[in-house]
């Protein structure tokens, strides 16, 4: 399947720490979407990384790729309990975005 | 402006109800979608049009069917409504119709299904 796969599913660190989270996948890919849900919110878009990429940054956000692991890893530094929300990963290919189940990140301040 | 915009945000009904979800985006894009997120926050893609073509029609019940009077607009109705129906249902558009491009949501509208 198509389908990323976040790692860990949750995931609680204090205010100031660095979170990481991982998505595995299975197949070929177009590029690496990542994508942030508030409570109660719809999905917002983060970053891209394309399949020829390695590392792109987008302020307190850093997102590496592996094609030849099939992962990726996204890095919020300095976290704020805004960051608060669920952060999904979404694989393109030949079909429209395939979200994983997501990692629930809580902030505490 | 809010660029995709969903209605109602939410509905309640009785099982056997026909009911129907409206979306529209102000962005220009060709491509909408709608997404399915159950309870434990899988969300999985339902349908894709292009430029109001039907492009993608994921493995749904046929009680949902998808409209898109114009390239702006991609309503869902569903007939028959029954428990498993009940999710948060998404609208979501793309300017690219590649499956490469970013997709842009609307807040969700979330039915439940009594």
């Known amino acids: 399947s198509q389908q990323g796969e976040e790692d860990p599913q949750a995931l609680s660190i204090q205010e100031g720490e660095n979170a990481t989270m991982n998505c595995s996948y299975k197949?070929?890919?177009?590029?690496l979407q990542w994508y942030r849900q508030n409570s109660g919110r719809g999905l917002v878009h983060l970053i891209l990384?394309?399949?020829?990429?390695r590392e792109k940054h987008s302020g307190r956000l850093r997102v590496t790729l592996d094609t030849s692991k099939k992962s990726s890893s996204l890095l919020i530094t300095a976290s704020r309990a805004a960051d608060t929300a669920s952060y999904f990963c979404?694989?393109?290919?030949?079909?429209?975005?395939?979200f994983g189940k997501g990692t629930r990140l809580s902030v505490i301040a | 402006d809010t660029a995709v915009s969903q209605t109602p945000k939410y509905l309640v009904t009785q099982m056997g109800n026909d009911k129907s979800i409206k979306c529209e985006q102000n962005l220009g894009h060709d491509t909408m979608y709608w997404y399915k997120q159950d309870s434990k926050k899988f969300l999985k893609i339902m349908f894709s049009?292009?430029?109001?073509?039907?492009?993608i029609n994921e493995t749904v019940p046929n009680r949902f069917s998808p409209k898109s009077p114009d390239k702006a607009h991609l309503n869902l109705h569903i007939n028959s409504l029954e428990l498993g129906d009940s999710a948060v249902y998404f609208c979501?558009?793309?300017?690219?119709?590649?499956?490469?491009?970013?997709?842009?949501f609307g807040e969700g509208s979330r039915l439940t299904v009594l």
């Open positions: 197949t070929s890919i177009n590029n």
């Open positions: 979501a558009s793309s300017q690219d119709q590649a499956n490469t491009g970013e997709l842009f």
């Open positions: 979404a694989i393109s290919g030949n079909t429209p975005l395939v």
């Open positions: 990384i394309r399949s020829n990429e």
């Open positions: 049009y292009n430029n109001k073509e039907l492009i």
